[in-house]
């Protein structure tokens, strides 16, 4: 459609198109369900104990299910929003249902979220593996806010940061 424009940061240049930005909300609502079940598990499991072994470190739901999340944040990361399987969910049985987006938004941002996500939930599994109580229960906890802000309110937190970190990159030269 020529009258949709895309927002936040301008399309790569052989994707004019853009992303549904309901997609990525959506995306974040599920994974905000999932990590509050990480941190209610992670906050009456053993990881909060100290003195627990490697194994039941390893073992621990909570651990278990931020693995997986880590997963799904990584595929979300480097194969992209259009992708991920959350997306896939959106694009084929929500967004037929809906009509078509006010504007579109560049798949960069929301990718680099999904990075972000990435690495604090790896942050978390690396504090649960050395033994820190409650660095699993933390990092789950930063993650469900950041979740819960794009769910509920459309603000995305990774997104944010990747267009500071755009504006701080310097200008290049006119040709």
Not at 20 to 32: E, L, S
Not at 106 to 124: I, K, M, N, R
Request: hydrophobic share 55%; charged share 15%; glycine share 8%.
């Amino acid at each position: 459609m020529p009258s949709e424009r895309v927002a936040s940061a301008p399309a790569k240049r052989n994707d004019t198109r853009g992303i549904d930005p309901r997609g990525p909300r959506f995306g974040a609502a599920i994974t905000a369900v999932l990590l509050s079940v990480v941190l209610l598990l992670a906050l009456t499991g053993p990881s909060l104990l100290p003195g627990t072994t490697l194994a039941q470190r390893l073992a621990d739901p909570a651990f278990l299910l931020l693995a997986l999340l880590a997963t799904s944040f990584a595929w979300g990361a480097f194969a992209g929003v259009r992708r991920h399987p959350y997306g896939r969910l959106f694009q084929r049985w929500v967004r037929p249902l809906l009509s078509p987006p006010a504007e579109l938004e560049d798949e960069a941002p929301p990718t680099f979220a999904q990075l972000v996500g990435l690495l604090v939930s790896l942050a978390g599994l690396l504090l649960a593996v050395v033994g820190v109580p409650g660095g699993l229960a933390a990092a789950a906890a930063a993650a469900f806010v950041a979740a819960f802000l794009n769910a509920a309110f459309g603000y995305c937190l990774g997104c944010q940061l990747y267009l500071a970190l755009l504006r701080l990159r310097p200008a290049r030269p006119r040709v």
